[in-house]
């Protein structure tokens, strides 16, 4: 049982450049979010989705897209990277009303 | 805007003291509050929930909730360094959204 599975952990991307963020879970939760982290900072919210083909945006959505086509994968497209997204990326899974659980990070760097 | 709001600190006590850990909330229906602990660098981690009004304990910690005060809290019994992190609360809005908002976390030291 894996939990929460993201991939890579770490990337450098060149402005302009596009990516996708994958994030897959395997305990079969409805609910699954992308959060980012900046240095010192809270999590705020990217994109959530509550259970296959729904997804809403959250607190930061601005240049960034989601989809769900599966329960188990909910991956994040950067398109056109700027700077301003050099950040640490988490994506979580939970089942309604209970706590989530998190993955590991990805830390982009966009020079 | 829904919000989440803790005291960023840092804040700093002594080994074996009580640390207490507050967290505010904008959105009255909200139903159901989490605490996580985050390492540096690593992922926040789930150590305490709560959806009732009161009390609820789990070995040294324990989180209170006042949902007419729309406070939560968290406090560390006999604080140990290994407790030394950043601890995050968070809320899941009510009114069909069910987002779950994080507040930016309050540092925690706890001295030797």
């Known amino acids: 049982n894996a939990g929460v599975t993201q991939t890579p952990k770490f990337r450098i991307l060149k402005i302009g450049q596009s990516m996708t963020l994958q994030c897959t879970q395997d305990?079969?939760?409805?609910?699954m979010y992308w959060y980012r982290q900046d240095p010192g900072m809270g999590l705020k919210l990217i994109y959530y989705?509550?259970?296959?083909?729904?997804?809403d945006k959250g607190e930061v959505p601005n240049g960034y897209n989601v989809s769900r086509s599966t329960t188990e994968d909910f991956p994040l497209r950067l398109e056109l990277a700027a700077p301003s997204q050099t950040s640490v990326y988490f994506c979580?899974?939970?089942?309604?009303?209970?706590?989530?659980?998190f993955g590991q990070g990805t830390r982009l760097t966009v020079v | 805007q829904k919000e989440v709001e803790q005291n960023s600190g840092p804040l700093s006590v002594p080994e074996g003291a009580i640390a207490s850990l507050n967290c505010t909330y904008s959105?009255?229906?909200?139903?159901?509050f989490f605490w996580y602990r985050q390492y540096s660098g690593k992922s926040p981690e789930l150590i305490m929930f709560?959806?009732?009004?009161g009390d609820k304990e789990d070995g040294r910690f324990t989180a209170q909730l006042n949902k007419a005060s729309q406070y939560v809290s968290l406090l560390i019994r006999d604080s140990q360094p290994s407790d030394s992190a950043t601890y995050l609360c968070?809320?899941?809005?009510?009114?069909?959204?069910?987002?779950?908002?994080f507040g930016k976390g309050t540092k925690l030291t706890v001295n030797p």
């Open positions: 979580a899974s939970s089942v309604l009303g209970d706590g989530a659980f």
């Open positions: 305990m079969n939760h409805n609910y």
């Open positions: 989705s509550v259970g296959a083909g729904i997804t």
């Open positions: 959105d009255r229906g909200s139903q159901s």
């Open positions: 709560i959806y009732s009004n």
């Open positions: 968070a809320v899941i809005f009510e009114g069909g959204s069910e987002k779950l908002v």
